[in-house]
């Protein structure tokens, strides 16, 4: 019995021993720290290479800072570089972007902001021909898993709207653009004449000529073009796939008709047509140098740059009014994406990044520039911006009566998207020659350029795009 006992005290003491000597073995871990509080984790540190299409001094400043706050957290070092090659034209971006991915080197996260004007496609795109070569993660599980309260603040729409082939390849953001019509008005003016607001073509018609009649002084607009007849496309009930190519909102067979062969087409022209003839627009003054009171917009402008060249009044303080709130638009996606690469091995250190940027508007402020946009965050003061208005408004007004295309994450074959590129450049040399000459565009003139386009092969483009989307649609219905 005394020696079962003593076997029982000899075994217990072994035990002790070896679990305080594990315990020691712990504290002396370089990756934890202990505080009088808790036992704090810090994971191993990582350099996330990242290439970017453009940055600011502002931010690069930032960085050491960024970097300390998650220090304890994710513990991560951004080595920031620039696309090599750029150039000064915005439009050259895709090209350096390519060439950059071609040349095999290697990077974590790549932040390209490639103009969908490139291509001349709508930004739904997703720029399917950066994903088509192959160097991008496929983070659809992924997300999810380390990103979880950010990915649950996006739709099963949202997520269709980004993907290729179904599925993820780009972070999705927390922002997007509508082909809302809206109007920067002067306050002062609106509060001189008890302006109540501005909703329609018809109360905007009535501002500019109210200040045309009232003020001598002051022009009623700033620059209307020929090139914002796009945004008569939504407004008339159609959605454009790409290309000038569109098809009514409310067909569910999606039937595609070239956007000159409607009769929406005409009416934009003779709209904008009318207004330039009455001499509303800057262009129109044979006084150019007058300060304009109101300026026309075709799409809900997310934020002006402080002293933009066209503000003529810095102090003046502007009113955004959106018109035609109670029609349905598409939500567009903007041109910035955000990859990683397929070969990167920190794809759970970036997408948990990712998570921890959107939790506060401290964070964001820290680290927007290499992740993510959200217009929940972004900020409309008077020391940046020149646009002054509720910001919770806003946001509500934006996202009221949007949603993504019933095309959203359709992708044309590449031929497809080849045709409707130049065919999209005929349409800008179009109107540019009027615009820039301040020119009225007849009747005449409108059936010369819908003949163009039926020589050039429309037609037989718009037949063969039909049955792609139809194989697409196909496909989806399961």
């Known amino acids: 019995m005394i020696r079962k006992i003593t076997s029982l005290i000899l075994t217990i003491s072994l035990l002790c021993t070896f679990s305080a000597g594990c315990q020691r073995d712990d504290k002396v871990t370089d990756n934890k720290e202990e505080t009088p509080e808790k036992l704090v984790y810090r994971p191993d540190p990582v350099t996330i290479v990242v290439y970017t299409t453009s940055i600011s001094e502002e931010f690069l400043d930032k960085v050491n800072d960024l970097e300390d706050r998650i220090r304890d957290t994710l513990n991560i070092h951004f080595d920031i570089r620039v696309v090599p090659n750029l150039g000064n034209d915005p439009n050259g971006r895709r090209k ?43 983070i659809t599980d992924l997300l999810p898993l380390y990103a979880p309260k950010y990915y649950s603040q996006f739709s099963p729409g949202d997520l269709q709207a980004i993907s290729y082939n179904g599925r993820i390849y780009n972070i999705p953001e927390l922002t997007f653009e509508l082909q809302r019509p809206c109007v920067l008005a002067w306050q002062s003016m609106i509060e001189k004449y008890s302006i109540e607001d501005i909703k329609t073509f018809e109360d905007y018609v009535n501002y500019m000529e109210l200040i045309k009649e009232k003020e001598k002084d002051y022009l009623p607009c700033l620059i209307i073009k020929y090139l914002d007849t796009q945004m008569f496309i939504e407004l008339s009930g159609y959605v454009m796939l790409c290309g000038n190519i569109v098809y009514r909102r409310d067909d569910p067979e999606m039937k595609l008709i070239p956007w000159e062969q409607t009769g929406a087409f005409k009416e934009a022209i003779s709209t904008i047509g009318r207004w330039k003839a009455k001499g509303y627009d800057f262009w129109s003054s044979s006084i150019p140098d007058k300060s304009f009171t109101s300026l026309f917009m075709p799409q809900i402008p997310l934020k002006a740059e402080k002293n933009n060249k066209f503000f003529v009044l810095p102090n003046e303080k502007w009113t955004l009014h959106q018109l035609y709130l109670d029609n349905m638009l598409s939500r567009i996606i903007p041109d910035r994406r955000i990859f990683i690469s397929k070969n990167s091995k920190k794809a759970e250190r970036i997408l948990r990044f990712i998570e921890w940027l959107n939790e506060s508007q401290e964070n964001y402020d820290l680290g927007s520039v290499i992740g993510p946009n959200n217009f929940y965050y972004e900020r409309y003061d008077e020391n940046n911006y020149h646009y002054f208005f509720d910001r919770e408004g806003y946001i509500n007004a934006v996202t009221r009566n949007s949603t993504y295309p019933p095309h959203s994450g359709y992708n044309p074959p590449v031929r497809l998207i080849e045709k409707m590129a130049e065919r999209c450049a005929d349409f800008d040399a179009f109107f540019m020659e009027y615009d820039l000459n301040n020119i009225l565009i007849s009747d005449e003139a409108i059936a010369e350029f819908i003949q163009e386009q039926k020589n050039k092969g429309i037609d037989a483009l718009v037949k063969e795009l039909q049955e792609d989307l139809d194989a697409w649609r196909l496909k989806q219905s399961g």
């Open 96 to 138: 350096a972007v390519k060439k950059f991915l071609e040349s095999g080197t290697e990077f974590d996260l790549l932040v390209a902001e490639v103009p969908a004007i490139d291509l001349y496609l709508d930004r739904t795109y997703n720029n399917a021909d950066l994903i088509a070569m192959g160097h991008f993660m496929d």
